[in-house]
Structures are given as structure tokens and as C-alpha cells.
């Protein structure tokens, strides 16, 4: 067990629906980042929080957007929904003061756009 | 920037036989190194990882990885695979730490299936 919590493990949904993930990282973490992993893509890093701000940004979609807020869980909210967004969303958490560059993930949420 | 490359996706490989996963970054800066392994329906997991020092790394369940800096490589090996190997496994690479912490940038895996 990683200590990162995701719900919810899976969802089915159809196009053009509007979904969100939740995350809650690992007690005292303080930067959460969303990965998504697809077969044609691979694992594709979305978008990174620390502490409540946007640090880094991946390859995310307009149409996806995240926050963390101040009890430090984390939403990714995906509208629009395409066939294409079908994938499994990870969550992971790092150590308070980056620690070794470990990333520590959630068991993730399978979407399924139907 | 970084980039990771795995060259297999795949490798079947015997019950008790040796395994090799191949793994070549690119980068302008240092990086630390990292494998992880995803086993069927879980999050990833740490098996290893270089940070510095001895460019020999092991992990408790067998595993190493040796850290070539001039070949930009770091290799997974393990001499004998179990059937609970099974599982699909990523090479990652991150610049020098952050205060905030950085993203790990991945490859694309290698799924390893043993067969009996």
C-alpha cells in the first residue's frame, strides 16, 4: 500500500460527459501529480501540484483540468469526454521536500468512454 | 528535456531463466534513474533506483540495474525470473531534486510474461 488513495477505481461514462478523479496523496506529501496511462500513448504525465499551486505542466488536454486543494487531496475534473480519454489515471505523491525523486502512486481510476 | 527509451515491449522469457530489460535515457543534465514495475491491475511500484554513488543498484527481490553514464544506459537484469515476475516494467528518469519535487518522465515498458 502506497498510502495514495484514488477514487473511483473505475468509471464508465459516454461521450461528451463530464467526470472527476480524486486523489488524496500520502500523509505530510505536499506535491501530487496525474499521469495518464494509455496503450498508444503510454504513461503521460498530465500536470503537477505542490502545496495548492500548479508546478508543472504535461501534455493535458484543455478540456482537463485539476486542482489540489487545501487539505491537499487532488481532483482532475475531464469534460468532453472523447472516446479517445479512455484510460487509466494515476495519482502519485512525493516527499515534502522532494525527497529522493521517488514518486509513490495510487492503484489509479479506469475511465471508460463509452 | 528528457527522454527514455525502452527497446523491448516485450520479452517472454522461462521460469528460472535470466532476463534483461533494456533502458537508454537522454538528457542535457544529470538525472536520477529509477524502475518501476506495475503488475497486472496495481500502481506502479519502486523496485529501484540510482541516485548517485555505486553504479550498481539492487532491489530485495532480485533485481539490478547498472547505471552507464557514457552509454546513457541502466539496464534491469535479474539471473533467474519467477512466474511472479510477470508484470509490465518502466524505466524512468528525473532532473536533480526540487524543493517541490519533480515529474518522473517515463518509457514507454517492457512487459515481461514468464512462462513455466
Known amino acids: 500500500d502506497s498510502g495514495v488513495t484514488q477514487t473511483p477505481k473505475h468509471l464508465i461514462t459516454a461521450t461528451g460527459q463530464r467526470v472527476t478523479l480524486r486523489c488524496s496523496p500520502r500523509?505530510?506529501?505536499?506535491?501530487v501529480y496525474w499521469y495518464q496511462q494509455s496503450l498508444d500513448q503510454g504513461l503521460q504525465f498530465l500536470i503537477q501540484?505542490?502545496?495548492?499551486?500548479?508546478?508543472a505542466k504535461g501534455n493535458i488536454l484543455e478540456r482537463f483540468s485539476a486542482q489540489q486543494f487545501p487539505d491537499l487531496h487532488s481532483e482532475l475534473n475531464l469534460s468532453s469526454l472523447e472516446l479517445g480519454d479512455s484510460a487509466l489515471y494515476f495519482c502519485?505523491?512525493?516527499?515534502?521536500?522532494?525527497?529522493?525523486?521517488?514518486?509513490?502512486f495510487g492503484e489509479g481510476s479506469r475511465l471508460t468512454v463509452l | 528535456a528528457q527522454s527514455v527509451t525502452q527497446l523491448d515491449s516485450q520479452v517472454p522469457v522461462f521460469e528460472e531463466a535470466p532476463v534483461e530489460l533494456r533502458c537508454n535515457y537522454s538528457?542535457?543534465?544529470?538525472?536520477?534513474l529509477f524502475w518501476y514495475v506495475q503488475y497486472p491491475n496495481q500502481g506502479l511500484q519502486l523496485l529501484l533506483k540510482?541516485?548517485?554513488?555505486?553504479?550498481l543498484v539492487e532491489s530485495i527481490n532480485g533485481f539490478e540495474a547498472e547505471f552507464n553514464k557514457s552509454q546513457t544506459s541502466f539496464h534491469l537484469r535479474k539471473p533467474s525470473v519467477h512466474i511472479s515476475d510477470t508484470a509490465e516494467y518502466f524505466c524512468?528518469?528525473?532532473?536533480?531534486?526540487?524543493?517541490?519535487?519533480?515529474?518522473?518522465?517515463f518509457g514507454g515498458g517492457t512487459r515481461v510474461l514468464v512462462k513455466p
Open positions: 502519485a505523491s512525493s516527499a515534502r521536500t522532494g525527497g529522493n525523486g521517488e514518486l509513490f
Open positions: 540510482y541516485l548517485s554513488g555505486s553504479t
Open positions: 538528457s542535457s543534465v544529470s538525472v536520477y
Open positions: 500523509s505530510g506529501d505536499l506535491s
Open positions: 501540484y505542490y502545496n495548492g499551486e500548479e508546478r
Open positions: 524512468a528518469v528525473t532532473p536533480p531534486i526540487k524543493a517541490a519535487g519533480n515529474k518522473l518522465t
